[in-house]
């Protein structure tokens, strides 16, 4: 309807110049320059120079009446994008690394050096509203559970990119979920690095129960169970890995609150393990359980654990968390000596999430050779088991979503004999 008004419009106002366009000699004062002069030349006549500017003016007096377009806004242009887009949160990071290595006997003069890189980039997908699916890339040999780091050498040879997770996730309400696939089970299971590298990813699945909570302070009481596949065998039994954990959370006023827990894990037939480590098919950390003449674990693996958890937040530039870990495995058999205790220890002062922010952080690290089952330990303290480690940190936060880590670890052996070695890394971390 607007279009044809302003069609009759035009055709209104064109009409009228051409009727009232005849005009006498002073009419030509009222003409455009251009028209003016046109008329003078005799190129056009009077007559046809009002009509034509009758014709412009209607023209400008139609553009001026039209609404002007707005620019859209980001949250309209967002509305604009197809839907399933929302469903996708990419995420990942890149960490570039320089380390050190000093161990009298073991380099040429006693000193190692490299540098290294750590990718990780995937996303995670919203199915409906209790269920999603993950997936996440990593560099690093495929063949090497406890590390996605490549070393910047092999005369610029490309570099590995391998299947780190994927997974799916249930959960339909607050008092269930369950996790299937190959994922990171610390989002889901309170562990330290010891007992399991920052870069392992099991595969499986985890179950978790919210079996209570409350307003007071008690805050929560929950139970993680979880079945963990390690190699299949052709013939004869598997090795798997079976385990549970029941923690609970608590305020104690303030900003003080405490997470205690206890958990049980059992491994099954973890020779098949060892032999895969043994043979070189399976690469990261070296064997130093106990084994017999014949390569033989000698102890089975029925590791308990107990942990307590303590963070004050009262200082937002200088926050507190302080972890403790007990273990006891039920099943070593000692040969002379003890070996089936470990300790983990860390206390952490200030965080490093913005810019110019520091964090200080030192970290004690103890097993004896049969304590911890050795192949999924921290890697960087060069001891499956078998270890009493120190470890410093210094993390200084930077621009946007980056941070400096300075990291120093001097680790000795409890039981077997090997020289004390020293590792330092120096790391710039970006997570987008």
């Known amino acids: 309807m607007k279009t044809s008004q302003e069609f009759l419009q035009l055709i209104f106002i064109l009409t009228a110049g051409a009727i009232f366009g005849i005009a006498g000699p002073g009419a030509t004062e009222e003409l455009d320059p251009l028209l003016r002069l046109l008329v003078a030349k005799g190129v056009i006549t009077q007559q046809e120079a009002t009509s034509l500017q009758a014709e412009s003016e209607a023209l400008e007096q139609i553009e001026a009446s039209a609404p002007v377009a707005d620019e859209p806004s980001p949250q309209t242009v967002a509305k ?13 990071d890149i960490r570039l690394r320089y380390e050190g290595f000093s161990q009298d006997g073991s380099y040429d003069d ?106 007071g302070v008690f805050k929560s009481l929950d139970l993680v169970a979880y079945a963990f596949l390690l190699e299949e065998q052709k013939s004869g039994s598997d090795a798997n890995l079976y385990g549970g954990q029941l923690r ?60 307590a958890e303590y963070k004050n937040t009262s200082n937002k530039r200088w926050p507190l968390k302080f972890t403790l870990f007990y273990y006891r495995n039920l099943g070593a058999e000692g040969i002379g000596a003890d070996n089936d205790t470990g300790y983990f220890g860390r206390i952490q002062v200030g ?61 000795k052996p409890v039981y077997q004999e090997d020289e004390t070695i020293n590792r330092w890394q120096l790391d710039y971390i970006v997570k987008f």
């Open 351 to 411: 965080d490093y999430k913005k810019r110019g922010q520091l964090a200080l952080r030192y970290s004690f690290y103890y097993s004896e050779p049969d304590a911890l089952f050795y192949v999924f330990t921290n890697s960087d303290t060069s001891r499956g088991s078998d270890g009493e480690s120190h470890r410093f940190d210094l993390r200084l936060g930077f621009i946007a979503k980056t941070y400096f880590n300075f990291t120093w670890y001097n680790t």
């Open 248 to 307: 609970s959370a608590f305020r104690l006023g303030g900003d003080n609150s405490l997470k205690i827990g206890t958990g049980f894990d059992v491994w099954k037939n973890p020779q098949h393990v060892v032999d895969l480590t043994a043979s070189g098919a399976l690469k990261g950390n070296k064997i130093t359980n106990l084994l017999d003449s014949d390569g033989q674990l000698i102890s089975d693996f029925e590791i308990l654990n107990l942990f």
């Open 80 to 92: 604009s994008c197809p839907s399933w887009i929302d469903r996708f949160d990419a995420k990942g």
């Open 110 to 215: 006693d000193r190692r050096d490299r540098f290294r890189i750590r990718l990780r980039a995937g996303f995670e997908a919203t199915v409906t509203d209790w269920m999603k699916v993950g997936l996440e890339m990593r560099n690093g040999d495929p063949s090497d559970p406890v590390s996605n780091n490549t070393s910047f050498d092999g005369g610029f040879q490309f570099k590995e990119f391998n299947l780190g997770q994927g997974f799916l996730e249930i959960r339909p309400n607050k008092r269930f979920g369950l996790i299937a696939g190959k994922f990171d089970a610390k989002k889901w299971w309170t562990v330290s690095d010891f007992q399991w590298d920052d870069d392992v990813t099991v595969e499986g699945l985890m179950t978790n129960f919210g079996l209570a909570s409350g307003d």
